[in-house]
């Protein structure tokens, strides 16, 4: 506004057109930034989600192993 008020009373455009194209960067670097933003969202997501599957891998493994040995250890039952 500042810029326009001093390009209209100076006469000079060139005030104008930087006060017009001023708030042209913010835009851009807003818009980029929300682009990132989504990408590196999508990233971390499929890396949590990778994560979490071999975390629940591990854990179902380790369970049957336990399992099995607690069943090898139990005392052979034999009929009467």
């Not at 913010?26 to 599957?53: C, P, T």
């Given at each position: ?7 209209g009373?100076?006469?000079q ?5 930087m006060?017009?194209?001023g ?15 989504i ?33 090898a ?8």
């Amino acid at each position: 506004v500042i810029g326009a008020v001093i390009g209209g009373i100076s006469g000079q455009w060139a005030w104008m057109a930087m006060s017009a194209l001023g708030p042209m960067p913010m835009l851009v670097n807003n818009f980029v930034n929300r682009r990132h933003g989504i990408k590196s969202y999508a990233q971390r997501s499929a890396q949590y989600q990778e994560r979490k599957n071999r975390i629940e891998n591990n854990a179902r493994e380790a369970l049957e192993t336990e399992r099995n040995l607690r069943r090898a250890a139990l005392p052979i039952r034999r009929p009467p």
